[in-house]
């Protein structure tokens, strides 16, 4: 499967170059989290998520013809964020597309307009850089395909994975239903760093539905992105050491995962959490993401999985928002727990209540 044409295609004039595509895709979140990367946007180690249901990208990408046949260089993008023209994330996406540029010449042929809007609040903590790369680099493809018709279905999908990782690492997990892995790993076939892998045909029935309650502890913007913070890992004196931990959490997750071994899901799910930001703090420069209410939230959910024998966990992401997870069965108890003991230390009493969920779909 050639993931970066060889031969340059160029649009022949025959070819209708007129058109839209638009596609929904989910964030994530990372049960064994990546964090430090090498080369071109390439993993330290393995990672794996659930693919998220409700915080997703809509982004609509219309294209057409550029009408003069010498004018057939450069990006031409107009880009709008919320049905408002954004010109800090147009570069971004011109930067993105210009780099596919060499392997994808009929990019610079054709004029973009391009729009999304999130389902999630913005700056509601979440990153949504994830569900944004995803829904482009699957709008990418199906352009791809449609113009050249090179690709099936798996084809498509891997390399739009592919695709999304260049733009941001961890999107690469988003463009797959349920669970995704990405980075070589002796623990699943397939595996790549280059983009990632489907784990859904070994997913036990109770992760299909289950649960991810993201409490927002603060909506502030980080204050340190996690392209610095992977930086920070190449001089973090236990890099090593993790990444060897992360390879066996990977193995041991995905067999946790498989037959439902919800006490080994936890204890890696939360072992992964708190190193991800041990490791941030282990940084040189350190830095924090916590803030008091993230310690204790995290408190209360293991008062509350003691005392009321409720399989629920915490995962974190890089900033102080907490998912809490947990089969769906539970919903109604974690509901009030989360209503009564939870949400007062939440900004504003908010969460989002999320789930796995099937991954993204073409809006037309
Ligand atoms: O994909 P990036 O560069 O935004 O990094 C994501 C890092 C974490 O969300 C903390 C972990 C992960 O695997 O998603």
Redesign the pocket.
């Known amino acids: 499967m050639p993931l970066q044409r060889e031969e340059s295609l160029s649009l022949s004039s025959k070819i209708e170059a007129n058109g839209k595509i638009g596609f929904s895709s989910p964030s994530?979140i990372?049960l064994v989290?990546?964090?430090g990367k090498y080369g071109d946007q390439l993993p330290q180690n393995p990672?794996i998520?659930f693919t998220l249901d409700r915080s997703r990208t809509e982004m609509i990408l219309e294209y057409r013809l550029k009408g003069g046949l010498d004018n057939h260089k450069a990006i031409d993008l107009t880009f709008a964020f919320e049905g408002k023209e954004n010109k800090a994330f147009g570069d971004k996406i011109t930067a993105f597309l210009t780099r596919l540029l060499p392997s994808n010449p009929y990019l610079g042929q054709l004029t973009f307009n391009l729009s999304s809007t999130n389902t999630f609040p913005h700056s509601a903590g979440i990153?949504s850089?994830?569900s944004s790369m995803s829904a482009l680099a699957l709008c990418i493809c199906t352009l791809e395909n449609r113009l050249f018709q090179n690709m099936n279905e798996v084809e498509t999908m891997k390399k739009a994975s592919f695709l999304a990782r260049l733009g941001?690492?961890?999107?690469c997990r988003s463009i797959y239903p349920l669970i995704a892995s990405w980075g070589e790993s002796s623990a699943i076939a397939d595996s790549s760093n280059l983009y990632g892998t489907t784990l859904a045909n070994d997913l036990h029935p109770v992760f299909r539905t289950y649960k991810d309650s993201i409490l927002l502890v603060s909506k502030k913007e980080k204050d340190v992105s996690?392209?610095a913070g992977?930086k920070l890992m190449e001089n973090n004196p236990y890099a090593a050491v993790r990444y060897e931990q992360a390879k066996n959490h990977l193995a041991q997750i995905v067999i946790a995962l498989k037959i439902g071994d919800l006490d080994t899901f936890i204890r890696i799910t939360e072992l992964e959490a708190m190193t991800?930001h041990a490791l941030m703090m282990s940084s040189s420069p350190y830095f924090l993401l916590l803030e008091p209410n993230t310690i204790t939230v995290v408190r209360k959910i293991r008062s509350f999985r003691e005392n009321t024998k409720i399989p629920v966990c915490f995962t974190l992401?890089?900033g102080p928002n907490i998912h809490l997870l947990y089969p769906e069965t539970h919903q109604e108890k974690v509901h009030d727990f989360i209503h009564y003991e939870l949400s007062p230390y939440c900004e504003q009493n908010k969460w989002i209540d999320d789930q796995v969920g099937n991954g993204p779909f073409s809006l037309f």
């Open positions: 994530n990372a989290k990546y964090w990672s998520s990153a850089s994830a941001s690492g961890s999107a996690s392209r992977h991800l992401d890089a």
